[in-house]
Nanobody
Framework: EVKLVESGGGLVQAGESLRLSCATSGFTFDDYAIGWFRQAPGSEREGVAAISGIDGSTLYADSVEGRFTISRGGAKNSVYLQMNTLTPEDTAVYYC?????????WGKGTLVTVSS
């Protein structure tokens, strides 16, 4: 069974940092790309960052480029999202995602709240 479990969210002030983690299981971790998405209240879910399983190449949304860093590895086949210089506009539930054989798999999300 494919599982993705996010953690690391919380309440921070503008300008501070958070590191999100996505622990995965149930699939061959190195074979698949993993992405981070977020959904703010009243908004659609949007892509934030993604990392390839093949060569570790990364992709970022314009809104987070230069502030967020996605990485992968660790004992729990995890993907991380280091978020620096947070702003209130980054407030959202953050989800990790992978697509395997045409199926999308999502975690339950972790809430990030940035106060001004």
């Amino acid at each position: 069974e494919v599982k993705l479990v996010e953690s690391g969210g919380g309440l921070v002030q503008a300008g501070e940092s958070l590191r999100l983690s996505c622990a995965t299981s149930g699939f061959t971790f190195d074979d698949y790309a993993i992405g981070w998405f977020r959904q703010a209240p009243g908004s659609e879910r949007e892509g934030v960052a993604a990392i390839s399983g093949i060569d570790g190449s990364t992709l970022y949304a314009d809104s987070v480029e230069g502030r967020f860093t996605i990485s992968r590895g660790g004992a729990k086949n995890s993907v991380y999202l280091q978020m620096n210089t947070l702003t209130p506009e980054d407030t959202a539930v953050y989800y990790c995602n992978t697509a395997i054989n045409g199926m999308n798999y999502w975690g339950k999300g972790t809430l990030v709240t940035v106060s001004s």
